[in-house]
């Protein structure tokens, strides 16, 4: 499956290699090999949105979008016309069914490679066609299937960042697509520290890369980005990693998305997270009533929360589905 173009960029997309590798898996087990290429759709339902939210100062989770509108739409109805029943995916998740026969999303056994968080948005028909048979492994076991069944990749590395990125420089990507616009750097007091390269590059929490370091007039302590003033195109930023402005307790979530088709009895008590990997965070979810908006209050505050960003919601092991920090 090809779902962006390289052009000039081939020396930062694995798609060549991937499909080497691919190829030399099915000539081993001796199977064909299917190729599709769903660049355009990637581009007018994925990226168009991840620019446009980089535009409003968001930032943008493209994994969750591209699993909703390509791998388990595009590419799973491709592969219903060729005949199949279901698609098996390389997903750290599960499939379980309820005593209503709805299909429920769960958390992989091995707990560091869950990947629920990037899975919110698939529905009922999706999981009804989908397995995941990594569900059960761990991944040094799935790397020991693979190396026992001559697979040459076994050992091949973690992919990781957004792929059409690949190893380039985030900055230098965007800035092909989207105009950069400078401005000021300043402490919550208003006092100015530097220049930013543009508000889009940034996101809350960051400290790499503000270029503000050594301060006379402050505290040896690193500064982290704590608001993105967009009207005045200004960029704030506190010291200290616990500053208590990067803190916040409740947020508001809209563009919900619920895997069982219908939203939980609410308010109810369960568990998010706010961005991949994060330990499950215990919460009370709140939703406006007839509306497509949530409020979430948390037990423990949490630190830079995103708007654009992922919440995903849980109870036990279970999925629930998630929405869009505003």
Known sequence: ????????????????????????????????????????????????????????????????????????????????????????TGHYAGIRENARGDKQLICAADQNKDQTYFLYMLNQHALKHTQFPLHPLQKSEVRAVAEAAGFSNWRKKDS???????ERRFRDF?????????????????????????LMYYTLGQRQGLGIGGQAKHADLPWFVVKKDLDNNRLIVAQGHNNPLLFKSDLVAEQLHWIAGQAPATPFD??????????????????????????????????ALTPGQSIVFYQDDICLGGGTIQ
């Open 270 to 303: 369960g568990m998010a997270r706010c961005r991949h990997r994060q330990a499950l965070q215990n919460c009370r979810v709140e939703l406006e009533h007839n509306s497509n908006i949530a409020k979430v209050r948390f037990s423990e505050p949490q630190r």
């Open 160 to 166: 990781t960042g957004i792929c059409f990125i690949g």
């Open 174 to 198: 965007l800035a092909t697509y989207l105009p950069a616009s400078p401005g000021p750097i300043e402490s919550t007091q208003g006092e100015h520290l530097g220049e930013h390269t543009g």
């Open 1 to 88: 499956m090809k779902n962006w173009e390289e052009d000039d960029h081939a020396d930062y997309c694995s798609a060549a290699e991937d499909l080497a590798d691919a190829q030399a898996v099915a000539d081993k087990l001796g199977i064909r090999l299917h190729t599709a290429n769903f660049s355009s759709e990637y581009w007018h339902q994925v990226f168009e949105h991840f620019l446009a939210e980089y535009r409003a100062g968001r930032t943008p989770n493209p994994d969750v979008l591209c699993n909703r509108e390509i791998k388990f739409k595009a590419f799973l109805d491709h592969a219903l016309n060729l005949g199949a029943q279901a698609i098996a």
